[in-house]
């Protein structure tokens, strides 16, 4: 307060400007670059800490290197997404009464990608699976439409198209449709008659319209589905047909949603 006291007090002859008064040429707040750049950066680590957390929320499996180190497993085939054109399609109904809408690319489309992954499922299974002896496999998936039931059916196909005594079984009582994929006689007893001893074996496989490929159907009394396929029958009927076919493909129920 004192100097400030001398200086107002100096006669105003002996005060000089030291600077010339000039107006600012930007404001001196905000500095505009560098909060960009500190937004910028800012910005960057909420980015990349938000993607770490929801990666770290996602369960999903979408490598082949996790399928195989999750189940302890090798993944035997990759099918790709079928496109059958419609008149193949329709071709393949029309020659075999088949579901024009059911994709059986083995039949349909035998060039395409996915007929050709289906006889490669079909030849690793050859060498790792049925040359060991086995002769039954089943077929199932987690939940419901899945494409399991789509799988037997053209690994079914491929498998009596190279010579294969092949047999299907529709195990899947509570929605059976492999008597619409095959064009078979839905009226004719199956699995369930036969478990419940109200038909005989042979009365109840039937033959299709593919050489070397048969069916035995779910059959008629689909009621108590759990308590038939628990029956101790069942592993002697399935010790039979393995004798007398070169390959028996169950299609199941879905694993989660019924017992």
């Known amino acids: 307060e004192q100097n400030d006291l001398q200086i107002s007090n100096l006669p105003r002859d002996e005060m000089s400007p030291v600077d010339a008064a000039r107006p600012p040429h930007a404001p001196s707040y905000p500095n505009v670059q560098a909060m960009v750049f500190i937004g910028t950066a800012i910005g960057f ?10 990666e770290s929320l996602d369960t999903a499996i979408s490598t082949l ?9 090798p993944v035997l085939a990759i099918i790709p ?10 071709a393949a109904a029309t020659r075999y009464g088949i579901d024009e809408a059911r994709p059986l690319p083995v039949i349909s489309d035998p060039r395409s990608p996915s007929a050709e992954a289906y006889r490669t499922l079909r030849t690793v299974l050859e060498y790792s699976f049925f040359s060991q ?15 399991k039931t789509t799988t037997l059916a053209n690994l079914a196909l491929a498998s009596a198209s190279a010579g294969r005594r092949t047999l299907v079984i529709g195990a899947n009582l509570r ?25 005989d074996l042979a009365d109840a496989i039937q033959e299709t319209a593919f050489p070397d490929l048969h069916l035995l159907d779910a059959g008629n009394r ?26 028996v493909l169950i299609d199941s129920p879905p694993v989660l949603p019924v017992a």
């Open 222 to 247: 689909l009621s108590r589905p759990a308590e038939l396929l628990s029956t101790p029958f069942l592993p002697q009927v399935l010790a039979a047909l393995s004798h007398a076919y070169d390959a």
């Open 175 to 199: 929605h059976p449709v492999l008597s619409r994929i095959f064009a078979s006689d839905e009226s004719m007893p199956g699995l369930s008659d036969l478990l419940a001893g109200e038909a």
């Open 65 to 73: 290197a996790e399928v195989e180190r999750l189940t302890g497993h």
């Open 45 to 54: 680590l909420i980015g990349i800490s938000m993607a770490f957390f929801l």
């Open 133 to 147: 002896g086995k002769r039954t496999l089943l077929i199932t998936s987690a939940t419901p439409a899945e494409g």
């Open 81 to 90: 997404p079928i496109h059958i054109a419609r008149e193949d399609a329709k």
